[in-house]
């Protein structure tokens, strides 16, 4: 725990350090192109690298080295060295970006109208987002901070290489021993194991260089004899015996070497999986969203997988083949140093051919790979959108392109095997090469009597032995790729920081319902902020509509209310506390949530209620699912509470879906209950009742609720109204239709719909 | 290419349930103020106004005053006039046609109308077009691909371009390339970068051999 703390301490030092080497270094820049400027007036200094230079052919040449300095009464832009623009602060408003597509624009209002104050290419975005804002705010208060350089780009301290978005880790300065390093100290519980697995290693190694030593005694002694009638029949059997036993040794020290080490692997994998599965569970919704289901799934599990690929089978091939290799050659050196010496050399040759060959294939094989997955990638979509398919009568075009696909893949099959047919034989050739010239010197010593055919037969074993481990060798760095790539990316994810922590004295209280929102901004990304300056109080038990047109910000209100995603700027309270002062578990487990998409798990609609309490009594359990509306349909289906939903399930409608987890939300009995479009996949009739139900029920919790359907909120005590990401009105469906403003034009306009539906549908029908 | 067709090929049993106001040289006119594109066209009103409560931007000059534009007089019935300071245009079909369907929007970011191709205005009009265009969709051209290193998942590619050397990094490289099809059949490719940058090969075969080989993979 010590040692993490002083790496974050470090990681702080260094950061800060960064941030004044990247001052100075911008502050030279403008001294450079301005040296009239004092450095006490500056505020900030940032860079722009595109413009409006319009050429000879009324073409756009957009390449610019552009400066902005900030100081105390103007915004200074200088393009290729020169003072092009001077914005007063006094005369300007409201700083902004505007996103382009590849592109960035820093805008202000000057006057009353749009005026550009720099273009720069799309890597600046967050900058120029964070720099506007902070302008605006020093226009206010004279405040400025510099915390926004430290996020922009975060490099790797070692290379210097921008790290990839997301990701903590340097793909480039990944610590390939440090990755090891900490796998063994994951794998050090289990050591007596490795030790063992280590032990059987060398007996193996031993007992497989007995075999071609026996093999010598049993041609030079028994069959290649000068005397075969002096050969007794019990010392050939005990000779045959021998070579029997060593095979049967051999294969048993290897039986149990695996299990070892299958064991071994195993446990250490487990843990691996546990620990990326339960990092993942404490990351934020913004981190988790980043990534795909796809690539999460398979961090779990391919890439552990990967790593146990790892341990049970080419570590052991690599100490095996490697203790192979030495030992022999060390035999080898030791009979007979020239022998050694012809069967070595070709070995670099090989280890080069392959690694040429390798360049070469590895493209094939990445472009087989690649329509392969293309082709994948077809049958999954046709199968998952096969109702879409068949209802457009888009069998056979969908079977056509199938067809396509797999015709190219094959071809680049047939290509790939042909090339690999021809090459394969060669290579293999070549490898075997010093088998010839061992040949050659072997045989020409039997003819002059310095050799027996039983070393001879004991050599080529052991050639043998030797070519094995060095072909192997060959293929070796690919596969430890794989494999530090594996590790790396578990690593990763386990190293990650958590983005919305628990504080270390975070509290746990009994929530009554009082709900503070003060000065919140937020934005999923720095460049737009979807919601700014909300400001609301809401009382224990009332029950808050929100409304707004689609993309106003509502969910992500209540997305920030749950705290799925820390804010920016203001504060959340709940019951006067800061929700960042409170633990996660507390806040979550006392506010209910029904959402608009709803998520049954696999298991009985009864598990799924009870999803929230487990412990729930059987009668909670129905009065829950009475209030939702949902017993009735339950009762219906013949399996009643035990019925299988989700996925492989009995399909329910999105209606009965959305009852179940209302009853789900209900069983919680929180303090604070979310409705984010709950009733929306409703009829009218069945809304009105689960409406009347909810109303004894949440007569003393804080409710809030989302409805694009406005008759849904009549009950509300208040309704508040969003537009364009911040509060426009706030009071009860009457003061606001007497306000005659944004609510009274969203009503409006639904009573001109519900009028024109019947119209309609009596025209269709 | 059909120019300035005034009935465009939409289905019959399409037509008239829903309008796209075209933009061409007949009905609007560009401004520039400030560095940034504005206009001035005449539109059909808006008919369904509860639905669309649009309020086009009043100008109004410094006593408070609704600024007088001469185009306002002799206006067809149910046409009027609409002055944007600081236009957007986007286009419709980014990698396929890039000169044409390009939608233009008011401040809020709401459609004024659709620009069926930049032929449709003569020059300097068309020119402003094409380098606002230029401007919004920034996208350097590659001419020439130095070295491709694929590392983890992200790949770092070192270029030449039309605008200098260029280092720049693509996550999940496959997804990264969007192909497409030059008119001539020759194949474009547009490369997005993780900072959201955007660059482009015009025609793929026109690469040196070098360069070539080393996308080859990924196409």
């Known amino acids: 725990m010590e040692s993490i703390q002083t790496q974050a301490e470090l990681e702080e030092k260094l950061a800060a350090e960064r941030l004044e080497r990247k001052k100075e270094q911008m502050w030279q820049r403008l001294h450079s192109v301005d040296p009239s400027l004092s450095p006490d007036g500056i505020i900030t200094i940032f860079d722009f690298t595109l413009s409006d230079h319009v050429t000879a052919e009324n073409k756009l040449d957009q390449r610019v080295d552009g400066l902005c300095a900030l100081t105390k009464e103007a915004l200074l832009v200088y393009e290729n060295g020169k003072r092009t623009k001077e914005i007063k602060l006094s005369e300007a408003d409201e700083f902004k970006i505007t996103a382009g597509v590849g592109s960035v624009t820093a805008d202000c209002i000057l006057n009353g109208s749009d005026y550009l104050i720099c273009r720069s290419d799309s890597s600046r975005t967050a900058e120029y987002a964070a720099v506007m804002k902070r302008i605006n705010k020093f226009k206010k208060t004279g405040e400025f901070s510099f915390d926004y350089m430290k996020d922009l780009t975060r490099f790797c301290e070692k290379c210097g290489r921008p790290l990839p978005p997301g990701s903590s880790v340097c793909p480039h300065c990944v610590d390939k021993k440090g990755v090891m390093k900490r796998l063994w100290q994951i794998a050090l519980p289990y050591k007596w194991y490795l030790a063992v697995s280590v032990v059987l290693f060398f007996a193996i190694t031993g007992v497989n260089l007995l075999t071609p030593y026996i093999n010598r005694i049993l041609v030079d002694d028994f069959i290649k004899t000068e005397s075969p009638e002096s050969v007794l029949l019990w010392q050939f059997a005990l000779v045959i015996i021998s070579l029997a036993a060593v095979h049967i040794v051999s294969q048993l020290f290897g039986i149990v070497r695996s299990r070892v080490l299958v064991i071994t692997s195993n446990k250490v994998i487990v843990k691996l999986r546990e620990m990326v599965f339960s990092k993942i569970q404490q990351m934020s919704i913004s981190r988790i969203s980043k990534r795909t289901a796809g690539e999460l799934m398979n961090r779990v599990n391919g890439d552990t997988s990967q790593i146990q690929n790892f341990i049970t089978g080419l570590m052991p091939d690599l100490v095996q083949q490697s203790l192979i290799l030495i030992s022999v050659s060390v035999m080898l050196f030791v009979y007979d140093w020239r022998l050694a010496l012809l069967i070595l050399f070709p070995a670099p040759l090989v280890a080069m051919s392959f690694k040429y060959f390798w360049g070469f294939i590895h493209p094939l094989y990445g472009r087989s790979w690649n329509i392969y997955s293309k082709s994948n990638t077809i049958l999954h979509d046709i199968f998952s959108g096969i109702r879409v398919v068949k209802a457009f009568g888009m069998e056979k075009r969908e079977s056509d392109r199938f067809d396509e696909v797999s015709q190219e893949y094959r071809d680049i099959t047939i290509r790939n095997e042909r090339i690999w047919a021809t090459i394969w034989p060669w290579l293999n050739f070549f490898m075997g090469i010093g088998e010839f010239f061992l040949l050659f010197y072997v045989g020409n010593r039997i003819i002059g009597g310095t050799m027996t055919l039983g070393e001879m037969s004991q050599f080529s074993a052991y050639v043998g032995m030797i070519y094995g481990p060095l072909r192997w060798v060959a293929n070796l760095p690919r596969r430890l790729v794989q494999f530090t790539t594996s590790t790396a990316k578990v690593f990763e994810i386990i190293d990650e920081k958590i983005d919305v922590p628990d504080r270390e004295d975070a509290k746990t209280i009994a929530i009554k319902g009082t709900i503070d929102v003060e000065n919140v901004a937020f934005g999923y990304d720095e460049s737009t902020d979807v919601l700014k300056n909300v400001n609301l109080h809401i009382e224990p038990g009332e029950m808050i509509g929100i409304v707004g047109k689609s993309g106003v910000g509502k969910s992500t209100l209540i997305n920030l209310l749950m705290r799925m995603y820390d804010i920016g700027e203001g504060s959340i309270k709940v019951d006067g506390i800061d929700i960042r002062d409170l633990s996660q578990d507390c806040l979550r487990s006392q506010i209910g949530v029904v959402l608009q998409e709803t998520f049954l798990f696999a298991g009985t609609i009864y598990d799924n209620i009870a999803y929230a309490k487990p412990t729930a009594t059987r009668d909670e359990i129905i009065t829950a699912a009475k209030i939702a509306g949902a017993h009735e349909f339950i009762m219906k289906l013949p399996d009643a509470y035990n019925t299988k939903v989700g996925e492989k399930g009995h399909t329910l409608s999105g209606g009965e879906r959305q009852r179940i987890s209302i009853a789900r939300a209900l069983l919680h009995n929180p303090r604070i209950l979310i409705l984010d479009e709950a009733t929306a996949s409703l009829d009218t009739e069945t809304e009105r009742q689960i409406q009347e139900s909810l109303q004894k029920l949440i007569k003393d919790r804080t409710t809030l609720a989302i409805a694009h359907r406005l008759s849904t909120l009549r009950n509300a005590t208040r309704l508040i109204v969003l537009d364009k990401g911040t509060v426009a009105e706030v009071g009860t469906h009457d003061e606001l239709m007497r306000k005659r403003g944004i609510y009274y034009g969203l009503v409006m306009a639904q009573r001109q719909m519900s009028k024109m539906a019947p119209k309609n549908s009596a025209k269709v029908s | ?219």
């Not at chain 2, 019959?12 to 206009?39: H, P």
């Not at chain 2, 106004?49 to 007088?68: A, F």
């Not at chain 2, 890039?98 to 459609?111: A, F, M, N, Q, W």
């Not at chain 2, 547009?190 to 940058?197: A, K, P, Q, R």
């Open chain 2, 1 to 219: 290419m059909e120019v300035n067709e005034k009935t465009p090929a939409v289905p019959a049993e399409l037509r008239g349930i829903v309008k796209i106001t075209y933009l061409d040289r007949s009905n609007c006119t560009l401004t520039e103020k400030n560095g940034f594109l504005g206009l001035r066209a005449v539109v059909d009103k808006p008919t369904d106004t509860l639905l669309n409560p649009e309020k086009p931007d009043e100008k109004k000059d410094e006593n408070g005053e609704k600024i007088h534009y001469p185009e306002e007089d002799n206006l067809p019935e149910g046409k009027m006039l609409r002055v944007a300071e600081r236009i957007f245009l986007s286009r419709a079909f980014p990698f396929d046609m890039p000169r044409d369907y390009i939608s233009v929007l008011d401040k809020d970011k709401k459609e004024i109308g659709f620009i069926r191709s930049l032929d449709d205005f003569d020059e300097p009009q068309r020119s402003m077009l094409e380098r606002e265009l230029d401007a919004k969709y920034y996208t350097p051209t590659i001419k020439k691909i130095y070295s491709v290193k694929e590392r983890y998942g992200f790949s770092y590619w070192r270029c030449d371009c039309e605008f200098g050397e260029k280092s720049f990094t693509l996550q999940d490289t496959y997804r990264s390339i969007i192909k497409s099809t030059n008119p001539d059949g020759s194949e474009r490719l547009f490369i997005l970068d993780v900072d959201g940058n955007r660059y482009e090969i015009p025609d793929v075969e026109a690469l040196d051999r070098q360069s070539y080989k080393k996308i080859e993979l990924y196409l």
